[in-house]
């Protein structure tokens, strides 16, 4: 698999999904859920009902690729609070996430605009 970071965006399925499907099914869901465009540099993202399961869909110039990751333990963070089908994070915030770490509630300092310094 690429690296995390060379992919342009990582697009969240919010509401959990059976994990029986696989690429096709998955691939639906992209489409039916308006989650990005199939063939471009996306990572897709879905999780099961307890989120200790997630699957991740990507294309790669020659195919899809799939692979999941189960924790054995813990659960991963999922946006709860939003209230769209899909959300999406940075790739960097993927990696953390992916190292459990809960991005939902990480918060970036307040952009500034000033129009003129005193």
């Not at 998955?26 to 999780?47: D, H, P, T």
């Not at 990507?58 to 769209?84: I, N, T």
């Not at 940075?90 to 992916?98: D, G, I, M």
Request: charged share 30%.
């Amino acid at each position: 698999m690429k690296s995390v970071r060379d992919f342009a965006g990582v697009f969240f399925h919010r509401e959990p999904v059976d994990m029986r499907k696989s690429i096709s099914g998955l691939s639906q869901l992209v489409v039916s859920a308006g989650m990005g465009e199939m063939m471009g540099s996306n990572l897709f993202v879905f999780s099961n009902r307890r989120r200790e399961l997630i699957k991740v869909l990507y294309f790669d110039r020659s195919g899809f690729a799939l692979w999941m990751k189960r924790l054995e333990k813990d659960k991963f963070p999922w946006p709860k609070k939003h209230e769209s089908t899909v959300v999406s994070l940075s790739p960097e915030q993927f990696e953390w996430l992916l190292e459990g770490y809960d991005v939902w509630k990480m918060k970036p300092f307040e952009k500034l605009n000033y129009t003129r310094l005193s």
